[in-house]
Structures are given as structure tokens and as C-alpha cells.
């Protein structure tokens, strides 16, 4: 397939507007606290953090459809960070690769398979994932196949900035930067939270820029909450050649209500009716800014 012609079949399907993904993500986060709020369970914090970024690369960025899902030629996508399966899943479905109402309906239920990680049995999952430090290992393997076939997908990964502590992950970025990945594009959702506490007080990642570099990688930086940013990052990452890119994307745990925002307290927690109710005003106002932006 020619350059021209994926770029054909990623746009074709992905018309909206910055603006419009932006309103998008205001009204899947409200989507997800439906989720959550009605499971009793869910990683509500970091669904809030990485939900731009899952819009941006679904409905912008990644030749990923219900249409094409067994296409070998597909592009691939692996949420690391599998705890934020909830707003993974609220994209999918606004993606159309299943119904929203029977994933709300049945999440985290017996018998359900929309369980609290991803896993490959609901379309449009690729691998099952939330063993952290795993995505990037077999994102890695994934893009090396593509390029020995001279297959023209790309392959992405989001990873939580708490995993970068596993050392699998730089196992799989010192090997990505060996084989000059470029048809590999991993995102950190760099929200300075873990369930612990922060990552800094935690396991210090920082210089993180100067150490993906190290390891042979593009490192490109963006706000995680901007879609003309996160648009720009990923379009840069897509022109770079003979490296891997890393989207260092700089977000906010829980962004979307002061509930919730920058607390890690609710990496894992459930909104009273009280909070809840809170959180929906947030994001009502979030949505009419959005409009009027």
C-alpha cells in the first residue's frame, strides 16, 4: 500500500474537526463516569488523563476500524496502561466496533467479558494488557514483523508514566531504537500520578525526554488535554524517519472536574451521588466551552 493510500483510508473515516474531537472526549469522559458510577468499580483517574489521547489517535491518527479490524494491513494499537479500560472501551464503542448500552450494562457483571482490563475477545481489542510493562515489549515485536514484511501498518502504544518503572519497558525501547522502529509510536500519559503517590516520590523518571533519547527514540512533547498539540505530535511522529517516536504527553489524573484533577486518591474510586453529581457539572461546563471555543 502506498503512502498515499494510507493516508486515504486513516482520513476518509475521520473528519472531525479539533474542536469537535474535543467535544468528543468532554462527552466520553460523562460517558465513562456513567460507567463507572454504575459498575461500583473503575480507574476513573487515569481514564480521565488518557481519554485525548485515545480520541485524538482513533478518530484522527490510526487506520483502526470495525470495517478492517482482520485487515493484516490494519494499524495496531495496545493500551498498556490496560486499568483504563473504561474509557478504552466508551472510544470503541463510539468507534462502533460494539454497543455502548450492553458494554454499560454488563461491565465488571459476572459472566461479562467487558472485565477490568482489556482482553482480545471484545473486537477491536488487540492483545489482552494491564500486566504493566508489557505493551511496549510486544508493540516492539509488532512493528519489527511489519517492517520484515514490508507491511505498511504502525503500531501504538499507551503506557501510564507509573509503568516506566517496570524494566521491560526499557528493554522493549532500547530494542525498538536498535532496529530503528519507525513505524512505532509510543505515548506516555505523563500525569505525575500512581496509585502510590507521585511517580517522582516514587521511582524519579525524570530527565524522561533525555532517556528515551538515550535510547535511540524521536521524543516529541505535547499537552495531553490539547487536540491542535496532540494532532501536531502525532502527525511529527508519523513524518519522522529511522527512529521509533515518543509522545511524552503531558496530562492532568482526573482532568475534567476539581473532583477529581490531580488527586491520587482516585487512580481507583467510585464518585459518591454527591461527587458524581459535581463531576457531571464539570464536564457540562467543560462541553460548553468546548462549543464556544
Known amino acids: 500500500m502506498a503512502d498515499h493510500d494510507r493516508t486515504d483510508n486513516v482520513m476518509k473515516d475521520h473528519k472531525m474537526t479539533n474542536s469537535e474531537l474535543a467535544l468528543l472526549s468532554c462527552r466520553l469522559r460523562e460517558q465513562t463516569v456513567d460507567v463507572i458510577t454504575g459498575a461500583k468499580t473503575g480507574h476513573i483517574g487515569g481514564d480521565m488523563s488518557v481519554m485525548d ?38 472510544v470503541l464503542a463510539e468507534k462502533g466496533f460494539f454497543d455502548f448500552e450492553a458494554y454499560k450494562n454488563s461491565f465488571s457483571r459476572y459472566g461479562s467479558e467487558f472485565i477490568g482490563h482489556p482482553h482480545n475477545t471484545i473486537p477491536g481489542v488487540e492483545m489482552n494488557s494491564g500486566s504493566l510493562g508489557h505493551g511496549l515489549p510486544v508493540c516492539v515485536g509488532m512493528a519489527l514483523a ?32 536498535h532496529y530503528h522502529l519507525d513505524n512505532l509510536c509510543a505515548v506516555v500519559d505523563r500525569n505525575g500520578l500512581q496509585i502510590s503517590g507521585r511517580t517522582e516520590d ?63 486518591a482516585w487512580h481507583h474510586k467510585v464518585p459518591n451521588a454527591e461527587e458524581a453529581a459535581q463531576i457531571r457539572a464539570d464536564l457540562e461546563e467543560r462541553k460548553e466551552a468546548c462549543r464556544h471555543a
Open 202 to 264: 516514587v521511582m524519579s523518571h525524570e530527565p524522561l525526554a533525555d532517556r528515551f533519547a538515550a535510547f535511540g527514540w524521536h521524543v516529541i512533547e505535547c499537552d495531553g488535554h490539547d487536540m491542535d498539540s496532540l494532532d501536531a505530535a502525532f502527525r511529527e511522529a508519523e513524518a519522522f524517519r529511522g527512529m521509533p517516536s515518543v509522545v511524552i504527553a503531558h496530562t492532568v489524573k482526573g482532568c475534567g472536574s476539581s473532583v477529581m484533577e490531580d488527586k491520587a
Open 53 to 90: 489521547i485515545l480520541v485524538m489517535l482513533y478518530f484522527r491518527h490510526m487506520n483502526i476500524s470495525p470495517a478492517n479490524m482482520d485487515d493484516p494491513d490494519r494499524d495496531k494499537f495496545v493500551l498498556s496502561k490496560g486499568h483504563s479500560v473504561e474509557s478504552y472501551y466508551t
Open 146 to 177: 511489519g517492517k520484515m514484511d514490508g507491511a505498511p501498518y504502525r503500531v501504538f502504544t499507551v503506557m501510564g508514566d507509573g509503568e516506566l518503572a517496570e524494566g521491560s519497558v526499557w528493554e522493549g525501547a532500547m530494542a525498538a531504537g
